[in-house]
């Protein structure tokens, strides 16, 4: 297993997909706490996009996860469901709108080998939370390790100067962990750069519906 603070690639100039989608969905009730959990960018929201940093929760649901964002504790753009969740193998929530920085790493946080050491790292990134307690007994399923690298990929093509994928463990190694030593990051960077290995199903899922006993108040 590698350190997760040592989770970092960059994108190489060839290979940049022309489109891919991601099967997504509003996690219900989530926009009456955007102004808890994220702001304005202050570069341009598709130019000024450098990075994607990868996280975990350490918690075991995306109930859990968003009751952070509700709290205004932070703020993250997609959310992977877990493998005991009936989204799993469906559909990604979508958290926060693309266009406003969320808060999933803190402003004074940086790193020389990401964007030339700029801090206020959340206004010219993305943020991807995958639901996975980090802990050896829930290691991450392949569908949850298969649709962020689709996330990727699908940034890839939208974003022209996204170089970056980075772990939030490098972002603040003295704070985090995450996504955690179990995440397998070799295949992650496989799968996004050799798109062969992603199977047409990740890739066309149709967004199901939403599920009738899903309230907003989970
Ligand atoms: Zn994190």
Redesign the pocket.
């Known amino acids: 297993m590698r350190d997760p603070k040592e989770f970092h690639f960059k994108l190489p100039a060839e290979g940049r997909p022309v489109d891919a989608v991601i099967p997504e969905q509003w996690y219900p009730g989530v926009r009456d706490c955007w102004n808890k959990c994220s702001t304005k960018r202050i570069y341009h929201p598709i130019e000024g996009i450098r990075a994607v940093?990868?996280?975990?929760?350490?918690g075991q649901s995306s109930a859990g996860a968003v009751s952070v964002m509700k709290a205004g504790k932070?703020g993250?753009h997609w959310l992977v469901p877990d493998e005991d969740e009936p989204q799993h193998g469906k559909l990604v929530w979508a958290c926060v709108p693309e266009t406003l920085a969320a808060w999933?790493?803190r402003n004074d946080k940086s790193h020389p080998d990401v964007n030339d050491g700029k801090n206020k790292v959340n206004h010219w990134s993305l943020?991807i939370?995958i639901v996975n307690r980090q802990s050896v007994n829930d290691p991450f399923s392949d569908w949850q390790v298969r649709i962020t690298a689709q996330i990727i990929r699908y940034c890839w093509a939208k974003y022209p100067n996204l170089t970056d994928i980075v772990?939030?463990?490098k972002l603040?190694p003295l704070r985090?962990t995450?996504?955690g030593a179990g995440f397998p990051w070799e295949w992650f960077k496989e799968l996004i750069l050799q798109p062969a290995n992603i199977p047409e199903d990740i890739i066309n899922t149709p967004v199901a519906g939403m599920p009738d006993d899903l309230d907003e108040d989970i």
């Open positions: 940093v990868i996280h975990a929760t350490a932070a993250f999933h790493v943020g939370e772990s939030h463990a603040d985090r995450d996504p």
